[in-house]
């Protein structure tokens, strides 16, 4: 009776050990096939939940990395779009220079006029650019509005918003992709600090406005300077607020009209019954400076303020022109700064990768060792269990 409880625990022990060693073998096949070193959850839980979580980043990683050539491409376009619209600006500030030519005769004022308003159409037309998903470029996040629209007599109104479309480029950082049309177009640092000049000024007049500022950012009055003429050649002026005289002295160009808050300076040649009115503006829209110029273009040359204005409009382009350049260093910063994230996250995936590697990655030399000596043992177990299946209780009989 023992011999034969002794037989069948031989038998049962052999037949654990031969399942034993073919879960091995077909473990270490499997490995082998693959190339992994973890096939299931089960083979190390905690080693597999890491990977999971390493493998959820890199997947994170990924798309952030997508986010950044959508947001380069259309930081692209938009940094085209710009550098157009500089050179518009330029070119319509050197045309008007040319008009400034008191020996120009009035066809060829009038080509300059022409030349001005194929100028400013394109730069409408350029405004009102859409990208390759059917979204206007400049219209803030009111993507599917058309950003300016033209009136009848010329002036250019702004439909869209002052926000900027932005992409997340990282779990902390997101970047700008565009930049609204008003903040490009239609606020631009006005280059004679506070104030607009309208110019009335006598036959062989050449002042000018160069600076007007009001340190009274609360005063919302116009005011108005009269030249008249004073002793020894000199010229007195008037300074007047809202229609009432605050100041009258003699001129002295380097020390220029100061009132209060208010300090004008001013240059050129200036003549008796002169007039300067300013009237507050801390912007100025490139729209307008092309409705100008067209318009001052049909004047006569002989105008001393036409040829004011006309000095006024190629200030307000040079402006336009400079406040374009900023805005596309701008756009620069904004790539540089896509850049960095990219080689930010092109190094955290290689690192995530390396630890990947170290936890799922097969050492194939250690794993065709480990297969060997499992198969040596395999069949070792497997002629055991052929000589335990061959006694039998008449071997003893």
Same mark, same amino acid.
């Given at each position: 009776?023992?011999?034969?409880?002794?037989?069948?625990?031989?038998?049962?022990?052999?037949?654990?050990?031969?399942?034993?060693?073919?879960?091995?073998?077909?473990?270490?096949?499997?490995?082998?096939?693959?190339?992994?070193?973890?096939?299931?959850?089960?083979?190390?839980?905690?080693?597999?939940?890491?990977?999971?979580?390493?493998?959820?980043?890199?997947?994170?990683?990924?798309?952030?990395?997508?986010?950044?050539?959508?947001?380069?491409?259309?930081?692209?376009?938009?940094?085209?779009?710009?550098?157009?619209?500089?050179?518009?600006?330029?070119?319509?500030?050197?045309?008007?220079?040319?008009?400034?030519?008191?020996?120009?005769?009035?066809?060829?004022?009038?080509?300059?006029?022409?030349?001005?308003?194929?100028?400013?159409?394109?730069?409408?037309?350029?405004?009102?650019?859409?990208?390759?998903?059917?979204?206007?470029?400049?219209?803030?996040?009111?993507?599917?509005?058309?950003?300016?629209?033209?009136?009848?007599?010329?002036?250019?109104?702004?439909?869209?918003?002052?926000?900027?479309?932005?992409?997340?480029?990282?779990?902390?950082?997101?970047?700008?992709?565009?930049?609204?049309?008003?903040?490009?177009?239609?606020?631009?640092?006005?280059?004679?600090?506070?104030?607009?000049?309208?110019?009335?000024?006598?036959?062989?007049?050449?002042?000018?406005?160069?600076?007007?500022?009001?340190?009274?950012?609360?005063?919302?009055?116009?005011?108005?300077?009269?030249?008249?003429?004073?002793?020894?050649?000199?010229?007195?002026?008037?300074?007047?607020?809202?229609?009432?005289?605050?100041?009258?002295?003699?001129?002295?160009?380097?020390?220029?009209?100061?009132?209060?808050?208010?300090?004008?300076?001013?240059?050129?040649?200036?003549?008796?019954?002169?007039?300067?009115?300013?009237?507050?503006?801390?912007?100025?829209?490139?729209?307008?400076?092309?409705?100008?110029?067209?318009?001052?273009?049909?004047?006569?040359?002989?105008?001393?303020?036409?040829?004011?204005?006309?000095?006024?409009?190629?200030?307000?382009?040079?402006?336009?022109?400079?406040? +374009?350049?900023? /805005? #596309? &260093?701008?756009?620069?910063?904004?790539? $540089? !700064?896509?850049?960095? %994230?990219?080689? =930010?996250?092109?190094?955290?995936?290689?690192?995530?990768?390396?630890?990947?590697?170290?936890?799922?990655? +097969?050492?194939? /030399? #250690? &794993?065709?060792?480990?297969?060997?000596? $499992? !198969?040596?043992?395999? %069949?070792?177990? =497997?002629?055991?269990?052929?000589?335990?299946?061959?006694?039998?209780?008449?071997?003893?009989?």
């Amino acid at each position: 009776m023992l011999t034969r409880i002794s037989s069948f625990h031989n038998y049962q022990s052999v037949q654990n050990d031969i399942s034993r060693q073919e879960a091995k073998v077909h473990q270490n096949s499997a490995q082998l096939a693959s190339g992994k070193k973890l096939l299931t959850a089960g083979d190390d839980p905690v080693a597999a939940l890491y990977a999971q979580n390493l493998t959820q980043k890199k997947e994170e990683l990924r798309q952030y990395s997508d986010t950044i050539i959508l947001a380069r491409n259309r930081l692209e376009r938009h940094e085209v779009a710009i550098a157009n619209a500089e050179q518009f600006a330029d070119d319509a500030k050197r045309s008007v220079m040319e008009m400034i030519n008191g020996s120009l005769a009035p066809e060829d004022r009038y080509a300059h006029a022409q030349d001005i308003k194929g100028i400013a159409d394109n730069f409408l037309n350029l405004t009102n650019m859409l990208d390759e998903s059917g979204n206007y470029l400049f219209s803030g996040t009111k993507s599917k509005t058309q950003p300016f629209f033209r009136s009848n007599d010329g002036t250019v109104a702004y439909a869209g918003d002052e926000y900027q479309r932005s992409l997340k480029v990282s779990g902390s950082i997101e970047v700008a992709v565009n930049d609204s049309g008003s903040k490009l177009f239609t606020e631009i640092k006005n280059p004679f600090g506070d104030y607009d000049p309208q110019y009335s000024l006598k036959e062989g007049s050449e002042l000018l406005l160069s600076k007007a500022t009001n340190t009274n950012y609360t005063d919302p009055a116009t005011y108005e300077i009269s030249f008249n003429a004073g002793a020894d050649g000199k010229y007195n002026y008037q300074l007047s607020k809202d229609g009432s005289a605050v100041k009258t002295a003699q001129f002295d160009p380097a020390d220029g009209i100061k009132y209060e808050g208010v300090d004008i300076q001013i240059r050129g040649q200036l003549k008796a019954g002169d007039t300067i009115t300013l009237e507050p503006k801390k912007t100025i829209s490139v729209f307008d400076s092309f409705k100008k110029a067209q318009e001052l273009a049909l004047n006569d040359v002989s105008d001393a303020s036409s040829t004011a204005e006309l000095h006024q409009v190629t200030d307000e382009f040079h402006a336009a022109f400079i406040h +374009l350049s900023q /805005a #596309q &260093a701008e756009v620069g910063t904004r790539q $540089n !700064t896509l850049d960095q %994230q990219e080689m =930010q996250h092109q190094d955290f995936d290689l690192t995530i990768s390396k630890s990947l590697s170290s936890i799922e990655d +097969l050492d194939y /030399a #250690q &794993a065709v060792i480990e297969f060997s000596e $499992n !198969t040596r043992a395999l %069949q070792a177990s =497997q002629q055991a269990f052929g000589k335990v299946k061959d006694i039998t209780l008449f071997n003893y009989v």
